[in-house]
Nanobody, 113 residues
Framework: QVQLAESGGGLVQAGESLTLSCAAS???????AGWYRQAPGQQRELVAS???????TYQDSVKGRFTISRDNAKITVYLQMNSLKPEDTAVYYC????????WGRGTQVTVSS
């Protein structure tokens, strides 16, 4: 069974950076990969996505601060997060946007002011 494992979260101060990684086990391919986040009491939302060809989209709130990338050979997706804000605090997940797999545990990102 394919499993997604997110890592790289942590506690940082506003303005600092983090890089998240998402590794997928098993032999399969993710076409359009997405990073999602879920803040306490909020619904999970799509933050950024990237196609196999490298076309990216971003939620307006993270444009210019977050960068999504992928390594197709390693089936790994990254999210570089710069200039972090307290409102970025959430659990971050990755998944296939159009053919979602079982959700991983996510990685907690906490940004203090």
């Amino acid at each position: 069974q394919v499993q997604l494992a997110e890592s790289g979260g942590g506690l940082v101060q506003a303005g600092e950076s983090l890089t998240l990684s998402c590794a997928a086990s098993g032999r399969f391919r993710i076409n359009t990969a997405g990073w999602y986040r879920q803040a306490p009491g909020q619904q999970r939302e799509l933050v950024a996505s990237i196609t196999r060809g490298g076309v990216t989209t971003y939620q307006d709130s993270v444009k210019g601060r977050f960068t999504i990338s992928r390594d197709n050979a390693k089936i790994t997706v990254y999210l570089q997060m710069n200039s972090l804000k307290p409102e970025d605090t959430a659990v971050y997940y990755c998944n296939d946007v159009y053919n979602p797999l079982s959700w991983g545990r996510g990685t907690q990102v906490t940004v203090s002011s």
